[in-house]
């Protein structure tokens, strides 16, 4: 059980869609908000503070992006700075940041924050895809597919102009991804040379849930001053999870998606999450957005008995 009574939780909104080539995932945080996340995780124990939502700067948005193969990266940056800033000061005041996107890009902000204070962390990262392109091998040009990469310091760069040169990029050695099934060729190369260590849906399959996430948990606290779980909610299958813009068939069920919160929680070394990917417009009745409170809650350490 996490020792709810010392946690104080900040939650970040962060609308911006412009990462992904589906448009609507900027409404997340309302979203989820709409779902209670606020009362919930006060009923839980936790002091809860919101602080807001950080928005697309209007000037940039129809900037042109200066590499076609990164499409509105100026935005994006620029948000993801934002982010950086209020993720490092939620943590500097002993909070814990909740962070509600958004497309996946934004979690270059989110990471880094916490690294800036932490200086060594691991990431567990729920995903049904990789998010490890870059520039050179990106098929898309969306940029919600390379953060992962731009964290592990291989590019692209451009998403991380905040990023002070002493701040270390996060250890692929740390980062455990689980739950991918849409992987691209380079991607796949990429991410075997870098060392991340990767758990797709048939390993999942084959060892279950629980194994796979002893593991993830060992490699995310190796020598690491804590970890982040950046929560894609694509990871999870469609039939639970309808309201994602990228959905793959064949995913986590809800049950496996809890039992990979739980186990966070009880771990005990979780240092902030987010929640990401969420796009009320394709989502029926907000079923996704109840999933996302409610996995969130589990990640606090809500237990059922
Ligand atoms: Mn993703």
């Known amino acids: 059980m996490n020792d709810v009574n010392s946690r104080i939780v900040d939650i ?25 996340i606020f009362e919930k995780i006060s009923e839980l124990g936790y002091e809860c503070y919101d602080k807001g939502d950080i ?7 129809d900037k042109p992006s200066p590499n076609p193969k990164l499409k509105n990266i100026d935005v994006i940056a620029n948000a993801s700075n934002e982010l950086y800033i209020k993720v490092q000061a939620s943590l500097q005041n002993g909070h814990f940041p909740l962070v509600l996107g958004g497309d996946h890009s934004i979690a270059v902000g989110s990471v880094l924050g916490v690294q800036s204070v932490h200086e060594n962390i691991g990431i567990i990262w729920i995903d049904a895809h990789g998010d490890f392109n870059n520039a050179e091998t990106t098929p898309s040009g969306n940029v919600h597919g390379m953060s992962l990469s731009a964290i ?4 692209p760069e451009e998403m991380i102009p ?15 991804l689980i739950g991918v099934r849409s992987i691209d060729d380079e991607e796949k190369k990429r991410l075997k040379e870098c060392g991340a260590h990767v758990f797709t849906m048939a390993d999942i399959d084959k060892y279950g849930m629980k194994d796979i996430m002893k593991m993830a948990i060992d490699i995310a606290t190796n020598g690491t001053k804590g970890f982040h779980v950046s929560l894609d909610l694509d990871a999870i299958n469609p039939n639970e999870a309808p309201g994602v813009g990228t959905p793959v068939y064949g995913g986590l069920t ?3 998606a809890h039992l990979a919160a739980e186990m966070i929680a009880e771990n005990n070394n979780l240092l902030s999450a987010e929640i990401v990917e969420l796009n009320p417009i394709l989502d029926i009745k907000n ?17 059922i008995y």
């Open 12 to 36: 970040i909104g962060i609308q911006v869609d412009l990462g992904a080539s589906r448009r609507g995932v900027d409404m997340g945080p309302s979203a989820i908000r709409y779902s209670g």
């Open 55 to 61: 928005t697309a700067n209007p000037l940039l948005i």
């Open 152 to 155: 592990t310091g291989l590019g």
């Open 162 to 176: 905040f990023k002070p040169a002493n701040i270390s990029y996060v250890n692929p050695n740390n980062i455990a």
């Open 254 to 256: 809800l049950r496996e």
């Open 287 to 303: 079923q996704t957005g109840e999933l996302a409170v409610q996995l969130a809650l589990s990640l606090l350490g809500k237990t």
